[in-house]
């Protein structure tokens, strides 16, 4: 189980379900958790923290995506909010303004309306699955295409 924790953080949850897939009743599995919890090894708000911001600068995930992945690793809602608090709004808009940058670089902007409405789509659809809300995707995308569309040709 320390291998578990040597490689990188885990939550108690996480623990739990590793030690149910070696066969350990639940009972000395629980007792386990809770010793390591008592010596810190395990500590699901440090867990969240960590994770939270990794994920976000890493893979630049909302915080929407981000509080889904601390849900299905058993992150208790007030662990998982308090973390989530170190993303504000602006990070959050930097991080997908950034994204949306990445993705149209290099790329000449469509002329056709029909082109450049399925590009939209298509570039929003990838912050929707990173957890951005579709607003804020649709808007930045439509920012970053005007600030394309004057830039200087080379």
């Known amino acids: 189980m320390l291998r578990q924790l040597t490689v990188s953080a885990k939550s108690r949850l996480q623990l739990a379900?590793?030690?149910?897939?070696?066969?350990?009743?639940?009972?000395?599995a629980s007792s386990v958790l809770d010793r390591f919890e008592e010596v810190?090894?395990?500590?699901?708000?440090?867990?969240?923290?960590?994770?939270?911001?990794?994920?976000a600068a890493?893979?630049?995930?909302?915080r929407g995506a981000l509080r889904r992945e601390l849900s299905d690793k058993g992150v208790?809602?007030?662990?998982?909010?308090?973390a989530l608090s170190q993303v504000s709004d602006e990070d959050e808009e930097a991080a997908a303004r950034d994204l949306v940058?990445?993705?149209?670089?290099g790329k000449p902007l469509p002329v056709d309306r029909?082109?450049?409405?399925?590009?939209?789509?298509?570039v929003a659809g990838m912050l929707a699955r990173k957890g951005?809300?579709?607003?804020?995707?649709f808007r930045i995308v439509g920012e970053e295409f005007?600030?394309?569309?004057?830039?200087?040709?080379?």
């Open 132 to 137: 951005y809300q579709p607003s804020l995707a």
């Open 58 to 62: 890493s893979r630049k995930l909302a």
């Open 17 to 28: 379900r590793k030690l149910a897939e070696r066969g350990i009743p639940e009972d000395i």
């Open 101 to 105: 940058r990445k993705k149209l670089r």
């Open 114 to 122: 029909a082109e450049r409405e399925k590009v939209t789509r298509r």
């Open 76 to 82: 208790a809602e007030e662990f998982a909010e308090a």
């Open 40 to 55: 810190r090894l395990v500590d699901d708000a440090e867990f969240a923290e960590a994770w939270v911001r990794s994920r």
């Open 146 to 154: 005007d600030v394309a569309d004057l830039a200087p040709e080379d």
